[in-house]
């Protein structure tokens, strides 16, 4: 191999350790890099790198700290939000809560390490100007220009701010008084999207509408449930009147036992010498009228009433069967109000079931006082009818 030869294979070899060299710097470098990326930086050390974010924390502190305690309680909250923030309700309250959580001393530091943690300091310019500035677009350019990010929020916070002035140029006191208003509360309680604000008002109207609606099912629902307690006292005053058509039966079995027993204590003679003049009595009534006209009186009188009675005992046992179909009605009804859905239903007054029910009892009960009181007047008439024409009318056994 030739000098000349040699000479270039040492140079390439030469050419190569450096390009070796080269990107193993390189990789040393990007490795480097991302090592101290991943550092973490903590509250306190980016006191000294965001030392003018700190004075303007340290700053709105000052500013809410009323007693100059070193730390703001809840009473100083609420007064700094109505008299500077002009902020009242529920708003306050959310704000309020949200700011101090469970800790009700707020220090510096401890406003310093929430705003440290907040994503709102990681804002970027655009996010700054859509976040509190979008109502003020003469300032976007300005905003992007100076690259104002989320870092710069609490020294906007900050009253008779200088920063308005000689960095953004704002002239108009309305404008720096707005925007150091909405960095405030940024800052302060943290960035809230308009777009829940409607959300959370939707909500509220749909939960008070639910209330309403669990409001008037219950009044319904319990309107339902006296409903049907009213028809099951009628329905007892019904059973009460179905064991009254008893007594009075009974009392008229009585009375017709009583009579047979007096017929049956009269002495054997005494129902002879009876048995002949009764003979003698219908010989001579027979003898004076004409025709047989008082004896074909006897079952003809004995099968209108047969047929008075049966009548009677027929609306009887009609109005009984219409109370127990009443009765089972009722117990349904009572059954569906204690499911979900028949008990919507009845307090929506989707059903008139129980309408249908108290009309139809009311009816049923006028119809049994008037049986009740039928059913005497022709038992007694015709006891007196019996007393008059002095031969038994009713059947044996005292049926009707």
């Not at 960095?183 to 409607?198: E, N, Q």
């Not at 009254?244 to 005494?270: C, H, L, M, P, Y």
């Not at 209108?304 to 027929?314: D, G, N, R, V």
Request: with cysteine; aromatic share 8%; net charge negative.
């Amino acid at each position: 191999m030739s000098l000349t030869g040699n000479f270039y294979a040492e140079e390439n070899t030469q050419v190569a350790y450096l390009l070796l060299f080269y990107f193993s710097f390189t990789v040393t470098i990007r490795s480097v890099v991302l090592v101290f990326t991943d550092v973490v930086v903590t509250a306190e050390e980016e006191k000294v790198r965001d030392s003018l974010g700190y004075m303007a924390i340290a700053e709105i502190h000052r500013e809410m700290d009323d007693d100059h305690s070193g730390s703001i309680d809840r009473k100083e909250t609420t007064g700094f939000m109505t008299e500077d923030m002009h902020m009242r309700g529920s708003d306050r309250l959310r704000r309020e809560n949200a700011f101090h959580g469970n800790d009700d001393a707020i220090t510096v530091d401890d406003l310093w390490e929430a705003w440290f943690e907040s994503d709102e300091r990681s804002w970027t310019s655009e996010q700054v100007f859509l976040g509190f500035l979008v109502n003020l677009p003469m300032y976007a350019e300005k905003i992007v220009q100076l690259k104002i990010d989320g870092r710069f929020l609490p020294r906007l916070a900050v009253h008779n701010s200088t920063f308005m002035t000689n960095e953004l140029g704002i002239k108009s006191s309305v404008h720096r008084q707005k925007l150091r208003l909405n960095a405030l509360d940024v800052v302060l309680f943290g960035h809230r999207d308009p777009s829940s604000k409607g959300k959370d008002i939707a909500l509220a109207l749909l939960l008070l509408l639910l209330t309403s609606v669990l409001i008037l099912y219950a009044k319904q629902r319990h309107r339902a449930r006296l409903q049907v307690t009213e028809l099951s006292q009628r329905l007892k005053e019904l059973k009460n009147m179905e064991n009254e058509f008893d007594d009075v039966q009974k009392k008229w079995n009585e009375e017709r036992s009583r009579r047979s027993t007096i017929d049956a204590g009269v002495s054997q003679t005494e129902v002879n010498n009876l048995r002949v003049q009764l003979e003698a009595a219908e010989r001579r009534l027979e003898e004076n009228c004409i025709g047989s006209t008082p004896l074909a009186l006897q079952p003809l009188l004995r099968k209108t009433c047969e047929i008075e009675m049966a009548f009677l005992e027929k609306q009887k046992q009609e109005c009984v069967k219409e109370m127990h179909e009443a009765i089972e009605l009722v117990d349904r009804l009572q059954k569906k109000t204690s499911s979900v859905l028949s008990s919507l239903k009845l307090a929506t007054g989707a059903s008139s079931s129980s309408d249908q029910v108290d009309s139809k009892i009311f009816a049923l009960k006028n119809r049994m006082d008037k049986i009740q009181v039928l059913t005497r007047e022709t038992q007694d008439r015709w006891l007196q009818i019996e007393s008059l024409c002095g031969f038994p009318v009713f059947n044996v056994e005292g049926r009707f």
